[in-house]
């Protein structure tokens, strides 16, 4: 479901769009309704693009295909894209720029509070575009202090926990 909602919106957007998946029938279905490229699942990886986004499976970045890829970004709403931490730090010394799942995907947890909480369309629009703010400071974070974005990530997210935490508990 995600990677068909990101083909679609990036195909009305002008992007040039290949998908892959291991389910063929689903393949086809979002390239014909978003005039993507078909890619076979065993090549996408090592297909020259700008943005790979792993949508489906984790630990898609591994050992074995973290040198195939031949992307400048990785970008995905896929859980634990990278099979272990060290794989962030493998990207960042390849130049390939890696935005944290776990941060993208704050905006599918935004949408759905959202939701649950009866907002209004136009809300949640701009609460779930507030996630590029997060991913811009992530990589500012990284390029500063010399770090793979998954470091920064984890430094911002544990900031953010301390700052809350002097709070207090609070309940909506």
Do not use: F
């Amino acid at each position: 479901h995600v990677g068909s909602a990101l083909a679609k919106s990036l195909a009305d957007e002008g992007a040039k769009v290949l998908v892959a998946d291991a389910d063929e029938a689903l393949a086809n279905s979002v390239a014909d309704r978003t005039g993507a490229t078909r890619i076979a699942p065993d090549e996408i990886l090592s297909t020259p693009c700008d943005v790979l986004a792993p949508c489906a499976y984790g630990a898609v970045i591994n050992d074995d295909t973290i040198d195939s890829l031949r992307c400048s970004i990785v970008a995905g709403g896929a859980n634990n894209v990278l099979a272990q931490p060290h794989h962030g730090d493998h990207l960042r010394q390849r130049g390939i720029l890696y935005a944290p799942d776990y941060c993208i995907n704050a905006g599918g947890l935004i949408s759905l509070e959202e939701e649950m909480l009866g907002h209004d369309a136009e809300r949640t629009e701009r609460r779930v575009r507030s996630v590029g703010d997060l991913i811009t400071r992530v990589i500012r974070r990284s390029e500063r202090d010399d770090v793979p974005t998954t470091q920064a990530a984890a430094e911002l997210a544990a900031e953010r926990i301390r700052s809350l935490s002097s709070i207090g508990p609070r309940y909506v």
